[in-house]
């Protein structure tokens, strides 16, 4: 059975950073192409960004790039998005994904909350 | 970015009604969308991709169709267990992005 678990969520202050993982099992992970979506309380979603099954390609929503990170470490069957210089707009449940950004697929982590705020 | 709007945001319907959701994209996504349904408290589920396949294990009173700027997901007869908001996705071009949501409730 497919099973995408992500951790690391919490209350953070504005400007820190956070790293999020979200360990996969019951399939090969180094197969599959990764992302990472995300949902605020608004209930606004937004794709983040995707890496490639071997970590060698990254792709990231433009609002997002220059401080989200999508890494991957397939030895330990383990994506991770690292969000830096946060802001009260990151505040959401953060999902993996397995699959690229066309996002045809029925296997989703049950997500992640993290909260920005002072 | 590709803008996605979804109409109405809110619909309310009886028990065995036809119910139509609609999703209309910024520019032409080439029929490049799919359908997620969300129930309180669980991830997005897959219900169609492109346009208008459905996923493995959907019931088969839920379709999709569309092509262009315009697209629609039809369920041919309202369960009480499709209580949820359904979300378009376009994927046609990067970033994709989602439409802002149709909550659907039984009247």
């Known amino acids: 059975e497919v099973q995408l678990v992500e951790s690391g969520g919490g209350l953070v202050q504005p400007g820190a950073s956070l790293k999020l993982s979200c360990v996969a099992s019951?399939?090969?992970?180094?197969?599959?192409?990764m992302s990472w979506v995300r949902q605020t309380p608004g209930k606004t979603m937004e794709w983040i960004g995707d890496?490639?099954?071997?970590?060698?390609?990254?792709n990231y929503a433009p609002s997002l790039k220059n401080r989200f990170t999508i890494s991957r470490d397939n030895a330990k069957s383990t994506l991770y998005l690292q969000m830096s210089n946060v802001r009260s707009e990151d505040t959401a449940t953060y999902y993996c994904?397995?699959?690229?950004?066309?996002?045809?697929?029925?296997?989703w982590g049950q997500g992640v909350m993290v909260t920005v705020s002072s | 970015d590709i803008q996605m709007t979804q109409s109405p945001s809110l619909l309310s319907a009886s028990v065995g009604d036809r119910v139509t959701l609609n999703c209309k994209a910024s520019?032409?996504?080439?029929?490049?969308l799919n359908w997620y349904q969300q129930k309180l408290g669980e991830a997005p589920k897959l219900l169609i991709y492109?346009?208008?396949n459905l996923q493995t294990g959907i019931p088969s009173r839920f379709s999709g169709s569309g092509s262009g700027t315009d697209y629609t997901l039809t369920i041919s007869s309202l369960q009480p267990e499709d209580v949820a908001t359904y979300y378009c996705?376009?994927?046609?071009?990067?970033?994709?992005?989602f439409g802002g949501g149709t909550k659907l409730e039984l009247k």
């Open positions: 492109y346009t208008n």
């Open positions: 520019q032409n996504i080439n029929k490049n």
């Open positions: 994904t397995r699959g690229g950004m066309v996002l045809i697929t029925k296997h």
């Open positions: 890496i490639k099954y071997d970590g060698s390609y990254t």
């Open positions: 019951g399939f090969t992970f180094s197969d599959y192409w």
């Open positions: 996705y376009q994927y046609n071009s990067g970033p994709g992005t």
